[in-house]
C-alpha cells in the first residue's frame, strides 16, 4: 500500500490530531474458516488499550498513525506526525508464544510479502523522523548499558557479531525474563524500565524484554547502529508490541519474544512496524 509520505518541515509541537470517527471493531474478523466479514472503515486499539485509555476513548497519536499508515487519504501522514506529540502509552501483547502464525484480517490489512530494498524490514518502508512522544523514553534507556563482565556472567560466551550470538541472547532473555505487563509491575500504564532494571527484577514487558536483549548484545560485541526497536501492532492478537530488528551480514534478523527462533526480517510476520528507534535516528513505517 502507498503511503502519503509526511514531509520533514511537520513540526513537532503541532497540536495533535484526534480524527473525530468512532471505533471499528465489531467488523474484525479473525476466524480460521468460512467467509471473513466484511472489513471495517479503519481499525484502531480496542477500548482497553492505553493509548485509548489516556485519551478517554479518543483515538491516540500511535492510532493516528496507524491510520495515516492504513488509510493515506483519509489521515495525512503530516496529521500522524502531529499527533505523535501526545504522550503516547502501549496496547500491551500478551507474553509468550503467539498461538496463530497466520495474519489476523485487520481492515483493510492484506498479507506483506518481503519488500526487495534490503534497508526496509518486515514488508515496510521507512521515513527518518525528527521528533516522537516516546523521545525521552528512549534516550533515558539507551544510555542503560550493561558491562561485558555482566553478559559472560548471564549469558555465557559468545562469538561476538554472530548468528551464533543473536540466538544465544535471545533464547536466554526469553526464558530468564518473564512478561510482566507495566502495570502490575510499576502500576504505571507505559514506563520503558531499561535492560539494568528488567534483568535486577527477571520481569519485564514486550519493550523491556527486546531492550534488555539490545544492551547484552551490544556487550557481547554488536555494533549499536545495527540495532533497531521496533513498536508494532500485532495483527494477530491485535495489540501493540515491541522487537528488536539486528543488522547481520548485511541482512535484518527480528528477536520477539514470543519465539526463541531468530527471524528473517524482511517479512512481516504478522506484524505492521509503526516507529522504530537506532541508535542516532527515529523513522516512521509507510506501506
Given at each position: 500500500m502507498a503511503m502519503a509520505m509526511p514531509t520533514l518541515a511537520?513540526?513537532?509541537?503541532?497540536?495533535?490530531?484526534?480524527?473525530?470517527?468512532a471505533p471499528a471493531l465489531?467488523?474484525?474478523s479473525c476466524g480460521f474458516s468460512g467467509p471473513a466479514a466484511p472489513p471495517p472503515a479503519f481499525q484502531l486499539a480496542d477500548a482497553s488499550s492505553k493509548a485509548s485509555a489516556i485519551l478517554g476513548g479518543q483515538p491516540s497519536a500511535l492510532d493516528a498513525m496507524r491510520l495515516a499508515q492504513e488509510q493515506p487519504g483519509l489521515v495525512t501522514s503530516e496529521e500522524a506526525l502531529a499527533a505523535g506529540t501526545v504522550e503516547e502509552d502501549l496496547s500491551p501483547a500478551v507474553g509468550g508464544a503467539r498461538a496463530e502464525t497466520m495474519a489476523c484480517r485487520l481492515g483493510t490489512v492484506e498479507p506483506q510479502i518481503a519488500d526487495s530494498n534490503p534497508e526496509n524490514f518486515l514488508a515496510s518502508k521507512r521515513l527518518s523522523i525528527g521528533h516522537t512522544s516516546?523521545?525521552?523514553?528512549?534516550?533515558?534507556v539507551s544510555g542503560d548499558h550493561v558491562s561485558a563482565q555482566r553478559m559472560h556472567r548471564l549469558v555465557g560466551e559468545t562469538s561476538g557479531d554472530s548468528m551464533e550470538t543473536l540466538?544465544?541472547?535471545?533464547?536466554?532473555?526469553?526464558?530468564?525474563?518473564?512478561?510482566?505487563?507495566?502495570?502490575?509491575?510499576?502500576?504505571?500504564?507505559?514506563?520503558?524500565?531499561?535492560?539494568?532494571?528488567?534483568?535486577?527484577?527477571?520481569?519485564?514487558?514486550?519493550?523491556?524484554?527486546?531492550l534488555t536483549k539490545l544492551e547484552?548484545?551490544?556487550?557481547?560485541?554488536?555494533?549499536?547502529?545495527?540495532?533497531?526497536?521496533?513498536?508494532?501492532?500485532?495483527?494477530?492478537?491485535?495489540?501493540?508490541?515491541?522487537?528488536?530488528?539486528?543488522?547481520?551480514?548485511?541482512?535484518?534478523y527480528m528477536l520477539d519474544n514470543a519465539s526463541d527462533e531468530v527471524f528473517d526480517a524482511s517479512s512481516s510476520h504478522d506484524y505492521r512496524p509503526v516507529l522504530s528507534f537506532g541508535n542516532n535516528q527515529t523513522w516512521l513505517h509507510g506501506y
Open positions: 511537520t513540526e513537532a509541537r503541532a497540536e495533535a490530531f484526534i480524527p473525530d470517527l465489531s467488523g474484525v516516546f523521545d525521552s523514553q528512549w534516550r533515558r540466538t544465544s541472547v535471545n533464547r536466554w532473555v526469553n526464558q530468564a525474563i518473564a512478561y510482566t505487563d507495566d502495570q502490575a509491575l510499576f502500576g504505571r500504564r507505559d514506563f520503558w524500565a531499561g535492560a539494568s532494571r528488567t534483568l535486577s527484577l527477571g520481569r519485564g514487558d514486550c519493550e523491556d524484554i527486546a547484552l548484545l551490544a556487550a557481547a560485541g554488536v555494533p549499536r547502529e545495527d540495532m533497531i526497536l521496533t513498536i508494532a501492532r500485532d495483527l494477530v492478537r491485535n495489540a501493540d508490541h515491541a522487537v528488536l530488528i539486528v543488522r547481520h551480514d548485511g541482512r535484518y
